[in-house]
């Protein structure tokens, strides 16, 4: 089978590239043109017709991922279910399941059932947690059993994976020479990964045997994503020589991955100070030549705990500013506890906010919508306002919990609306292309005499 990649370069639009292009309103040409380029990457899977394709990339909404999944301490099947379906409720574009904890064949597999989102997990959370079990040692991990695990992860459905190439005995040692780290190694897979490779005394085997991943992925046609297992987990440690080191490889082989004809996406950090945020993806952009950017979070401050969904938002609202391509949710629960529902549909609402505010900014197209809810507001049109919230359901819920005495005004301002005293001035009939030229018209020069 073709990936979405090859039949691009020859010349073909795929039914998925036509959905994408339906659902960005775009030309099916100009997908197909950036998927040939690996600009953009189609998440999909022939085993799961009833899963929606997403396309992330340039020119395209910035996409949203929620991540679910055990641990060792808490492990239910039926709460990641639920959350799954909270998540594409509340409107996520992809999923991961990242479980640690209980049967991971299982719990993959009843998530990959339950939901139609697109579904990504970290091969290495399994593949550790099972050596482990096995051996009472993660770092006695058969690289063949690896290699065996992502096919079989890949043929149950999954459309992407966070796999960690990037890590080798080169960025080990910045790291070392570098003295350690403030926020010490905060990823999972990576951190097991320099463990094993330190008992071991060998090379990451991902990074070993790059062609072999990507033949894996290629195989299934899904979207390989680079991991960041040398992310920064604090902003004190933000681009320093370690995760610069993982980023060069990362970008080297996101553009040997194209080559051989596999869908690449590159992840990001991480904690990364708000004033660093542009620098990072321009040198991701221009390092991996313009392959889609996953980031997670970011969070820009390292002590909003309780409300590092609030943080990353503002982190995430400035990286899709500035061409993040996809967002990696963060929800209350971040830094503290296993997210439950409750968080999961808190996050997905959050980092939406976020990437729209982004997007709104990078693109004046995107702005009819915020316009036409301005308008709305403006009229007291309450109906018509709903209809274009992101979330008109917590808006009816918290109107009509405290109701005005007058129905067209709000308890805001009572008897002392704004909005009402405005109409009643300058009147209802203002035109939306009057506003518009009063926004954007530079003023005449008799006006200005």
């Known amino acids: 089978m073709k990936t979405q990649l090859e039949r691009a370069r020859e010349g073909i639009i795929t039914p998925q590239m036509h959905q994408v292009a339906m659902d960005e309103n775009v030309d099916a040409e100009i997908i197909r043109d950036h ?20 396309g992330i990339g340039t020119g395209l909404r910035t ?33 991961m399941e990242l479980s640690a904890g209980g049967d991971l064949d299982l719990i993959r597999r009843s998530v990959l059932a ?64 570098q003295g350690y780290r403030y926020g010490g190694l905060v990823s999972k897979g ?11 005394n060998r090379e990451n085997p991902l990074y070993e045997q790059f062609d072999r991943v990507c033949a894996l992925m290629k195989k299934y046609d899904a979207v390989l994503s680079l991991g960041n297992g040398i992310r920064a987990g604090a902003i004190h440690d933000s681009h320093d020589r370690a995760q610069m080191a993982e980023m060069i490889i990362n ?39 313009n392959a889609p950017y996953y980031v997670l979070g970011p969070l820009p401050l390292d002590t909003g705990a309780g409300y590092d969904h609030v943080v990353s938002a503002i982190g995430a609202a400035h990286s899709a500013r500035y061409g993040a391509d996809l967002v990696c949710y963060i929800t209350p629960a ?47 049109r309450w109906d018509d306002l709903e209809t274009l919230l992101m979330f008109p359901d917590t808006a009816r819920a918290i109107r009509q919990s405290r109701l005005p005495g007058q129905k067209e005004t709000c308890t805001m301002c009572g008897d002392f609306c704004a909005m009402k005293k405005g109409m009643q001035v300058f009147g209802g009939d203002i035109s939306a292309a009057k506003t518009d030229a ?12």
């Open 35 to 54: 998927v040939a380029r690996g600009e953009i990457v189609i998440l999909s899977h022939a085993a799961r017709p009833h899963q929606k394709a997403v």
């Open 63 to 95: 996409k949203v991922n929620a991540s679910i999944g055990t641990s060792s301490d808490i492990c239910d099947v039926e709460a990641e279910i639920r959350k799954a379906r909270a998540a594409e409720e509340e409107g996520a574009d992809s999923l």
């Open 114 to 177: 339950n939901c139609s989102l697109p579904v990504g997990n970290v091969p290495l959370y399994q593949a550790f947690s099972e050596a482990a079990r096995t051996y009472r040692n993660p770092s006695r991990l058969d690289p063949e059993y690896l290699f065996d695990l992502i096919e079989r992860q890949l043929d149950d459905g999954l459309s992407f994976m966070a796999i960690h190439c990037g890590i080798n005995r080169y960025t080990i040692e910045r790291l070392r020479k």
């Open 190 to 200: 990576g951190t097991f990964m320099v463990a094993w490779m330190d008992q071991n």
């Open 251 to 289: 970008c080297e082989l996101a553009e040997l991955g194209r080559d051989m004809g596999c869908q690449m996406m590159v992840e990001g950090p991480g904690h990364v100070p708000l004033d660093e945020i542009e620098a990072n993806i321009l040198l991701e952009k221009k390092m991996s030549g």
């Open 334 to 380: 971040e830094h503290l506890a296993l997210p439950n529902e409750a968080d999961v549909r808190e996050g997905v609402r959050t980092t939406r906010l976020a990437v729209r505010i982004g997007d709104v900014a990078r693109d004046p197209q995107r702005r009819e919508r915020e316009k036409q809810a301005a308008m709305a507001r403006r009229d007291m």
């Open 438 to 449: 009063c926004q954007t018209d530079p003023p005449s020069a008799a006006a200005s005499a």
